[in-house]
């Protein structure tokens, strides 16, 4: 960021401010906070411009829906005016740091998704079909192809996915990367879902499945329950191909998770996997 003064000026331009003051929301790269209330996103080694897009269509979505998310300030997609594809959005007020899992709480995280999964969606150019979470990544492939060393357990499970086939779920709006950093709270309360640069249209599964792994490992294997329960209570549905939903959800990880910082994370993955694969 230091170093690219079209993209600083263009921001500064956008916001109506000569300075302002940058501060990075990821350790050294971007996102980036803006005088306390916007943040910028631009590419960096770990996010490529069509995320940036991903991310602008998403907003787009979510504002005229009126979504729980930021709003979009302006976006350049080409890099004409800021140099490099770049968005601004506003700065939601809340935390990321989830509460405690209580029932409650779970419920009201998984109630949270069906704002989102009440849309209904065709897939587009910056909004792709997602048939996994973090579709960007697809560990089991690495797996299959000797990229990633394996398990008994997950090539189980990647055997019984594969063979089982997608559901014909109806597609819907998806963030795509449902786990607690990208929650914002406030009174125990999901306020505004962040960070959409996987953003995308698929089964409701994706995005519930997803945050019932994240819950799995954060808190143990009876907090997908409440999940389930605060999902299907909101929306009225019952929640369908859980099972499938999950083991993908939990496949779509690295082999081992001892960078989560989570003790026993990986056991709680594995855990939360072989309960899916008693039911798919």
């Not at 607690?180 to 995005?207: C, E, H, M, R, Y």
């Not at 907090?223 to 369908?240: D, F, K």
């Not at 939903?245 to 855990?271: Q, S, Y």
Request: with cysteine.
């Amino acid at each position: 960021m230091r170093e690219n003064d079209q993209l600083r000026t263009w921001a500064a331009a956008v916001i109506g401010c000569d300075v302002f003051d940058i501060q990075p929301l990821h350790e050294d790269q971007g996102p980036w906070r803006v005088a306390d209330r916007y943040v910028l996103r631009a590419p960096t080694p770990r996010i490529g411009p069509r995320m940036v897009a991903t991310g602008v269509a998403a907003l787009q979505v979510a504002a005229e829906y009126e979504l729980p998310a930021p709003r979009l300030i302006d976006a350049d997609l080409t890099g004409e005016r800021a140099g490099v594809p770049a968005s601004l959005e506003t700065l939601v007020p809340g935390t990321t740091s989830w509460p405690v899992g209580t029932p409650a709480t779970l419920r009201a995280a998984g109630a949270a998704l069906t704002r989102l999964h009440a849309l209904s969606l065709r897939p587009a150019e910056h909004l792709p079909f997602r048939p996994r979470p973090i579709a960007v990544d697809d560990f089991a492939a690495d797996r299959r192809s000797g990229l990633m060393p394996t398990t008994p357990l997950l090539q189980q499970a990647d055997d019984l996915v594969t063979a089982h086939g997608l559901p014909s779920d109806p597609a819907v709006f998806l963030h795509g990367d449902v786990w607690p950093g990208n929650l914002l709270w406030s009174a125990n309360q999901v306020t505004a879902f962040i960070d959409w640069k996987t953003a995308g249209v698929g089964a409701p599964g994706v995005d519930l499945s997803e945050l019932r792994k994240q819950a799995a490992i954060t808190f143990g294997l009876q907090a997908p329950i409440h999940v389930l329960t605060g999902w299907e209570q909101a929306s009225g549905l019952t929640a369908s191909h859980v099972a499938y939903w999950d083991a993908v959800a939990a496949l779509n990880t690295r082999t081992t998770l001892d960078d989560w910082g989570i003790p026993n994370a990986t056991t709680r993955r594995n855990n939360f996997l072989e309960a899916a694969l008693t039911h798919l």
